[in-house]
């Protein structure tokens, strides 16, 4: 018997759930039960134990353990099949990335408190506060060819964006192209791909989120873009309930972008996250242009439209794209 399997039962039932029945359910007897309520006690779980009618589990720490993340309810509709938390590692992407060759059928996720070195696009720093955000990656190994697996950042963008949406529908998230998440024109969640690959084969992908939940601090260099949830809408969120809602939503999204294996079946889905469609974008890089974003193909590139009429198609990674006076 495991904290996990304590809590499964105790989430799996709104009313209270007898130590008999847990007993029975875990088949243990009443003393295990009972050093592990404890214990959950003393991590922050608010647990309620009544003479006659048994436990019942009030409210849950803000915490990311597997054993918290693993129990809720609607975890086994998603897309991830085992969690592995640390409380300080220095990049979730790098922890993968070393166990990457044990992957096979199941999809790992790495998830951490704490990261001392996180990556973002281009080796950039990514700041990870302990207890504030949700630092993790995604291993898996996709059944596509290597040029594919890019398209998989807009898969996780669109999946992030709609778990934030289940967990609080009032919020006005949206896409920046490709794949960063913003929140009133600030950027909250940053997406990092990386794989192991030959030229038609690949050994594993993994695929880092950073999604400032509920961060209030951050560096002044970063004032001016960067954001958390809290800070634009005042709502505190409890973490967990944001992984386990991106897990069911990549599960989701992930299943149509495979029966093409491309973003055909998406594309219509993108563009209504898309807030840089119908806007004056600029690019940066080795194509400097203008013009009006009009969406994107099944190949996740952007569409612009200059001002003659005519249409260019953009790659990520080729430019980076800004809002005409500012970052969106």
Same mark, same amino acid.
């Given at each position: 018997m495991?904290?996990?399997?304590?809590?499964?039962?105790? $989430?799996?039932?709104?009313?209270y759930?007898? !130590?008999?029945?847990?007993?029975?359910?875990?088949?243990?007897?009443?003393?295990?039960?009972?050093k592990?309520? #404890?214990?959950?006690?003393?991590?922050?779980?608010?647990i309620e134990?009544?003479?006659?009618k048994?436990?019942?589990?009030?409210? &849950? %720490?803000d915490i990311?353990?597997?054993y918290?993340?693993e129990?809720? %309810?609607m975890?086994k509709e998603?897309?991830v099949d085992?969690?592995?938390f640390?409380?300080e590692?220095?990049?979730? /992407?790098?922890e993968?990335?070393?166990?990457?060759d044990?992957?096979r *059928? $199941?999809?790992k996720?790495?998830?951490?408190?704490?990261q001392?070195?996180?990556?973002?696009?281009r !080796?950039? #720093?990514?700041?990870?506060?302990?207890?504030?955000?949700?630092?993790?990656?995604?291993?898996?190994?996709?059944?596509i060819? %290597? &040029?594919s697996?890019?398209?998989?950042?807009?898969v996780?963008a669109?999946?992030?964006?709609a &778990?934030?949406? *289940?967990?609080?529908?009032?919020s006005?998230?949206?896409?920046?192209? %490709? /794949?960063?998440i913003?929140l009133?024109g600030k950027k909250?969640?940053?997406?990092?791909t990386?794989m192991s690959?030959?030229?038609?084969?690949?050994h594993y992908? =993994?695929i880092?989120?950073?999604? /400032?939940? /509920?961060?209030?601090?951050?560096?002044?260099?970063?004032s001016?873009? @960067?954001s958390?949830?809290?800070k634009?809408?005042?709502?505190?969120v409890?973490?967990?309930?944001?992984? =386990?809602a991106f897990?069911?939503e990549?599960?989701?999204?992930?299943?149509?972008?495979?029966?093409?294996? *491309?973003l055909?079946?998406?594309?219509?889905?993108?563009?209504?996250m898309?807030i840089?469609?119908?806007?004056e =974008?600029?690019?940066?890089?080795?194509?400097?242009?203008? !013009?009006? @974003?009009?969406?994107?193909?099944?190949m996740?590139?952007?569409?612009?439209?200059?001002?003659?009429? *005519?249409?260019?198609v953009?790659?990520?990674g080729?430019?980076?794209?800004?809002?005409?006076?500012?970052y969106?």
């Open positions: 495991t904290k996990k399997d304590v809590l499964r039962v105790l $989430k799996a039932d709104d009313s759930v007898s !130590g008999q029945a847990l007993c029975e359910s875990l088949g243990v007897s009443r003393t295990a039960v009972w592990q309520m #404890n214990q959950l006690k003393t991590e922050g779980y608010d134990s009544v003479s006659n048994g436990y019942h589990i009030n409210s &849950a %720490p990311l353990t597997d918290e993340i129990s809720e %309810p975890f998603g897309f085992e969690v592995v640390f409380d590692i220095d990049s979730t /992407n790098n993968a990335k070393r166990q990457g044990t992957i *059928d $199941k999809a996720l790495f998830i951490c408190e704490s001392t070195g996180g990556r973002g696009r !080796g950039r #720093n990514w700041v990870s506060p302990s207890g504030s955000g949700i630092w993790m990656s995604l291993l898996f190994k996709p059944d060819t %290597p &040029a697996a890019s398209m998989l950042t807009i996780t669109m999946a992030v964006k &778990a934030i949406t *289940d967990v609080l529908p009032e006005d998230c949206m896409i920046k192209w %490709p /794949n960063d913003v009133n909250i969640c940053g997406i990092l990386e690959a030959e030229l038609e084969y690949i992908v =993994v880092g989120v950073g999604l /400032n939940v /509920n961060t209030l601090d951050f560096p002044e260099e970063l001016d873009i @960067a958390s949830i809290l634009e809408t005042g709502v505190k409890k973490r967990s309930e944001l992984v =386990v897990s069911k990549f599960n989701y999204f992930y299943k149509k972008f495979m029966k093409e294996k *491309d055909s079946s998406l594309v219509t889905e993108y563009d209504a898309l840089n469609k119908g806007r =974008v600029v690019t940066s890089g080795e194509l400097a242009i203008s !013009g009006t @974003a009009v969406g994107i193909n099944s996740g590139e952007l569409i612009i439209k200059l001002k003659d009429g *005519d249409l260019k953009i790659r990520a080729e430019v980076s794209v800004r809002g005409l006076y500012g969106v």
